[in-house]
């Protein structure tokens, strides 16, 4: 069996030449950390002021959506998912369609004091997505697929994948590659068209869809071809990226 390795900065990655099918993705409050890091953000929330300069009131409600991030994570102050979980829902009320998400989130897992609630969280990723925000829409997908406070619908899932995908939210082009990749409901598998999301996924910067994409270079399927040197740069990506399982021996 051949393996390849390089050190990086952060880590040694040992990559064998077996292919193992991409984990099942699932965007929820336990994952949500990873996911929002690399989730798109609308035009309005890339314009946030710096942490430093945040206030929280009705007349800042994108500085209010990222100080309730900065609860939410323990990014530069003290982690408190509660008062986060507070600003998410004043932010969200205030339409900011990325808190909208975020607490969404919280009631999908029973986290940051709510008590569990799908139904109250698709609702909120539906509102987002109307709103325009694209990581909504991929969230409201998850709920679709899994059953999570409505019912499965395989269908509208990969219908509201594709437009996350479309308007550029990474974590939608993963979640779409990943139905191609494995055949999730009645779309039959197509690694070619897989290895297309899992590209624009990793180009716009989101570690499982390199991680998952480097899978497939391992062995190589269908159009696209057997390149272990372009599965180790895009694990070393993804690595570099915090997806820690891309930095350890598989």
Same mark, same amino acid.
């Given at each position: 069996?051949?393996?390849?390795?390089?050190?990086t900065?952060s880590a040694?990655?040992?990559?064998s030449?077996?292919?193992a099918?991409?984990?099942?993705?699932?965007?929820?409050?336990s994952?949500?950390?990873v996911?929002a890091?690399?989730?798109?953000?609308?035009?309005a929330?890339a314009?946030?002021?710096?942490?430093?300069?945040l206030?929280?009131?009705p007349?800042d409600?994108?500085?209010?959506t990222?100080?309730?991030e900065?609860?939410?994570?323990?990014?530069?102050?003290?982690?408190?998912?509660? &008062?986060?979980?507070?600003?998410?829902?004043?932010?969200?009320?205030?339409?900011?369609?990325? &808190?909208?998400?975020?607490?969404g989130?919280?009631?999908?897992?029973?986290?940051?004091?709510?008590s569990r609630?799908?139904?109250?969280? &698709?609702?909120?990723?539906?509102r987002?997505?109307k709103?325009?925000?694209a990581f909504?829409?991929?969230?409201?997908?998850?709920a679709y697929?899994?059953?999570?406070?409505?019912a499965?619908?395989?269908?509208?899932?990969l219908a509201?994948?594709?437009s996350?995908?479309?308007?550029?939210?990474?974590?939608?082009?993963?979640q779409?590659?990943?139905?191609f990749?494995v055949?999730v409901?009645?779309?039959?598998?197509?690694?070619?068209?897989a290895?297309a999301f899992?590209?624009k996924?990793?180009?716009?910067n989101?570690?499982?869809g390199c991680?998952?994409?480097?899978?497939?270079?391992?062995?190589g399927s269908?159009?696209?071809?057997k390149?272990?040197?372009?599965?180790?740069?895009?694990?070393?990506?993804?690595?570099?990226?915090?997806?820690?399982?891309?930095c350890?021996s598989?």
């Open positions: 069996m051949a393996i390849a390795t390089a050190c900065s040694l990655i040992v990559m030449t077996e292919r099918l991409p984990p099942l993705l699932v965007v929820d409050a994952t949500y950390s996911v890091r690399n989730a798109s953000r609308s035009p929330d314009a946030l002021p710096p942490a430093a300069e206030t929280c009131d007349s409600i994108l500085g209010c990222q100080l309730a900065s609860l939410d994570l323990g990014k530069n102050r003290d982690q408190d998912r509660v &008062a986060a979980s507070k600003l998410f829902e004043r932010a969200c009320d205030g339409r900011s369609m990325r &808190a909208c998400v975020l607490l989130h919280h009631y999908s897992a029973g986290d940051g004091g709510r609630d799908d139904a109250m969280a &698709a609702s909120l990723f539906e987002a997505c709103g325009g925000y909504g829409c991929t969230s409201l997908a998850m697929r899994h059953g999570e406070g409505v499965v619908d395989f269908a509208k899932s509201l994948l594709q996350a995908c479309g308007n550029n939210d990474p974590s939608g082009c993963t779409l590659g990943y139905v990749d055949g409901g009645s779309t039959k598998i197509d690694i070619t068209q290895a899992y590209q996924a990793c180009d716009g989101d570690d499982q991680a998952n994409l480097a899978s497939i270079y391992v062995l269908g159009s696209v071809p390149d272990e040197a372009k599965s180790f740069t895009l694990r070393r990506k993804a690595c570099n990226l915090g997806n820690s399982a891309s350890t598989r």
